[in-house]
């Protein structure tokens, strides 16, 4: 397995909302108890995450205008802000693949009708899974795929 690191801290929305906005290639999911989406711009709702192919950011309201903050990535970052702290453990990482649910599937009632990035009601997700100390702790998500895709690898 490949090493891992994970980041933790409390920022402020302004501090959050620059970091976000500094992932390239970003897809971006929030949500709050009546709405779950991806909204094309930054939306700090009651939590949520923000991805790319070599790291995610994930938040979650702790207070007006607080938010808990993690930092999964593939390698070591040091242009976090200062209030993330790494977090101790053996971190490692190994990579997954799954299907995501179908929006056409009529069982199902979600709040959006396409997935993002695909542009499509069915995809694969490429994910991280952080292991600490062997357990494993956190899946990351990476990457947004259509079967297409999957086939020309």
Avoid: H
């Avoid at 991805?51 to 999964?72: A, D, K, Q």
């Amino acid at each position: 397995m490949k090493r891992g690191w994970v980041y933790s801290g409390v920022l402020g929305a302004e501090e959050l909302r620059q970091l976000i906005e500094s992932i390239p290639g970003r897809v971006l999911l929030s949500w709050e108890l009546a709405r779950l989406d991806f909204p094309s711009s930054v939306e700090l709702r009651d939590a949520g995450c923000a991805f790319n192919s070599g790291s995610e950011i994930r938040w979650e309201r702790v207070t007006e205008g607080r938010y808990r903050v993690w930092v999964l990535s593939d390698g070591e970052r040091n242009d976090l802000p200062d209030a993330l702290k790494s977090i101790d453990g053996d971190w490692e990482i190994s990579e997954c693949e799954t299907r995501l649910l179908n929006l056409e599937d009529k069982r199902f009632a979600p709040q959006f009708e396409r997935y993002p990035v695909a542009n499509a009601p069915e995809v694969q997700l490429v994910c991280r899974v952080f292991y600490r100390d062997k357990l494993a702790t956190f899946v990351s998500p990476r990457e947004v795929k259509t079967d297409a895709q999957k086939s020309e690898r």
